[in-house]
């Protein structure tokens, strides 16, 4: 079946500007995830939703950072007034939720995004 | 707090060789899960195997065998035979246990391992 999608799958934007990031999960995936990946820093969680829901956003690195997942599929991230350091690999992930344990992410292509 | 280590930042050897990646975690939980991903040059994260606390057992899927030892809090993973195509960097990640309502947690990854196969 179809795996985790993400667009666009580069981004160039200027420093200031906003950007808005999409995931597309696997179909009967109810768990999303965010990630960032930058030499730096390695991988990075950002972000999880449980259905709609994100229990916890203390992971987004500054309130520049906001996400959100509709109908409990597509989520978009949205990065307000872009810095260079938000130069990264933003990866998403989804997973079944079990009642007992942690299913497997699988993880899309990701996004580069470049901030000039 | 949660923490994987992987020391080896780059490993190299000749195609045919036996190599092995070192994952060593740490965790306050007694409920938790290991992974290992590989990223390939082309960049996508691929998943290799998951493993829970509960379960030491060894676990081998063709070249590719993984031990996992409580008592080092290791979770190493061996290719035998590496092949041109094992060229790319390896992640181990650790997740603990899930929240008491259910759900689920972000994966701890370790800065990973880059693997090149020489020809």
């Known amino acids: 079946g179809a795996g985790v999608s993400q667009s666009p799958s580069n981004k160039v934007t200027e420093k200031g500007k906003d950007v808005e990031l999409r995931c597309d999960p696997i179909?009967?995936?109810?768990?999303l995830y965010w990630y960032r990946q930058s030499l730096g820093q390695g991988l990075e969680f950002l972000i999880y939703?449980?259905?709609?829901?994100?229990?916890?956003k203390s992971g987004l690195p500054s309130d520049r950072f906001s996400a959100e997942r509709t109908g409990g599929s597509v989520s978009t991230l949205t990065i307000q007034r872009t810095q260079q350091e938000d130069s990264a690999v933003y990866l998403c992930a989804s997973s079944f939720v079990l009642a007992g344990g942690i299913d497997t992410q699988y993880f899309g292509p990701g996004t580069r995004l470049t901030v000039l | 707090a949660q923490k994987v280590t992987q020391a080896q930042t780059e490993i190299s050897v000749v195609e045919k060789e036996d190599v092995t990646l070192d994952c060593v975690y740490e965790t306050r939980d007694t409920t938790y899960y290991l992974f290992w991903y590989k990223q390939p040059p082309s960049g996508e994260l691929v998943f290799l195997i998951r493993r829970n606390s509960f379960d030491e057992q060894n676990e081998i899927s063709g070249r590719y065998s993984w031990n996992f030892q409580k008592s080092t809090s290791s979770f190493n993973f061996t290719i035998t035979a590496s092949q041109v195509v094992d060229s790319a960097v390896y992640f181990c990640a650790l997740s603990e246990a899930m929240y008491s309502g259910g759900g689920a947690d972000g994966l701890t990854f370790g800065k990973g391992t880059h693997l090149i196969i020489q020809p």
């Open positions: 179909s009967g995936h109810t768990a």
């Open positions: 939703f449980q259905g709609n829901s994100a229990p916890d």
